[in-house]
């Protein structure tokens, strides 16, 4: 006969610590972290620090179609493709630059390139609206980027190094 001790104990896995398991997330942390030049957010988790990224759909239902971004909104804007760009330099090997042209408006253009190569370009609109559903959307979000531009490097690696 068993005992309830010898039934063997499973943990739920939380989809948010799931989330920050993985390397965009990693990363992305280590990014806000290093902005960080008096402390102040040493004693966050990285789920607090990754907070602002999170916009339910009811919360972007509150904010008014047209506005003008926050420049904390901005500045989650460049460091999220400041990320795309890293992880993408970090599994080519390749120099990933980034160019972000924005109007006052909110709407504007994200471009990657490494060498001749242009491996992301993307449209931005509704940027005061930035954010994501939850952790693992940011995540899957960053991490889609990061797969498309190495694909774009793999199908043209002769541009990707000129």
Known sequence: MR???????????????????????KSLTRLIRAQDTYGMWEDKSDADLLADFIVTKEQRREIPIIGDPDPDVLWRLQIFYTCVALAIEERSGLLASSTMMMSPEGFGRVVLTTGRLVVLSKTLRDVHRFGFDTLGKLAKAGAKLVDDAIAAIEAYPDAARA
């Open 3 to 25: 005992s309830p001790l010898d039934t063997p104990v499973i943990r739920a896995v939380d989809p948010d610590e799931r989330a920050l398991a993985t390397p965009f997330l």
